[in-house]
């Protein structure tokens, strides 16, 4: 079956964002030539999954493109309708059923890209199948967390633990599912 | 000057413990003659200092000599006044400002043992200098968290990442200090 994987970068005390979305803690492990194994991570990708809130974001700062290249499904998880725009689709159902969905569906890997209110919801329902976290040498101190409170208990199996010269340390697991 | 040093375990989405001080998920990484480092770490140690619901803990689930072992300072911090037993000192006082004092004095590394309140309150006045914590390989969806809202922003350095067979990774920082 397709898996769902998180890649995603995190403070080592847990948060995605500080307050108001402000994401500048990743300049510190910016580097030229090194994207910590993005590009590889991608190319086993054909559906991405992200809420409208990143989207937006993403969209602002980098551009639609990023997301949609014209060669992938992207599922922009929000509460209104939009028309799709290119592989852009705008979903407002329920996001579990979407991706119970598209796992039942034959395709490469799905990438959650966030936000932490989508990641909530698909570990609620044990969907996340791989985790790749990226954690930056900082405590922010507040923001987005990552993880919120509220969800079952998953036992996870460790693939591998990556450390980069810039301090960023790259845990990768797989959800341990019972044979 | 003295380091303070955490020597913690915590599940990758960021619990010191489940409800009810339920520990039990430390289980999953429990192996015959591995210590992940502990007592190459305590070899470096000569104070000890913790909260109270801790020390209660050990001390009814492992002893009391788990602290105390005649060499070490330990230093409890409670509200309520309690007589010193053997090398075990029960402090009511400001835990910051215990550990400034403890910092100026000549000795070797203070280890903070938590509970998540005494950290809360160190890493409120950027007092921890290292943070040795080990990720144990599961997301436990709720309980303690080893880093509560609403602390500075903190920049570490990357001493190394360690992972074991067992799934365990440790992450080693040094608080980067401003030269």
């Known amino acids: 079956m397709r898996k769902l994987s998180l890649f995603i970068a995190t403070s080592l005390d847990g948060y995605i964002a500080k307050p108001d979305d402000d994401l500048s803690f990743l300049k510190l492990v910016e580097k030229e030539g090194e994207d910590y194994g993005y590009a590889d991570f991608t190319a086993s990708v054909d559906t991405i999954i992200l809420g409208r809130k990143t989207y937006d974001y993403v969209r602002r700062e980098i551009g639609a493109s990023h997301y949609d290249n014209g060669q992938r499904d992207v599922y922009v998880i929000t509460r209104t309708e939009h028309p799709r725009s290119g592989k852009t689709i705008f979903y407002n159902g329920n996001p579990s059923e979407l991706v119970r969905r598209l796992k039942s569906e034959n395709g490469k890997t799905i990438y959650c890209d966030g ?65």
Request: proline share 5%.
């Open 115 to 179: 936000g932490a209110e989508i990641i909530h919801e698909l570990l609620q329902h044990d969907l996340v199948d791989e985790f790749i976290i990226s954690v930056i040498p900082v405590l922010v101190g507040g923001g987005t967390r990552l993880f919120k409170d509220g969800r079952p208990e998953q036992t996870l199996e460790l693939v591998r633990a990556q450390s980069f010269e810039t301090g960023l340390t790259q845990l990768h697991y797989l959800r341990k599912r019972k044979p």
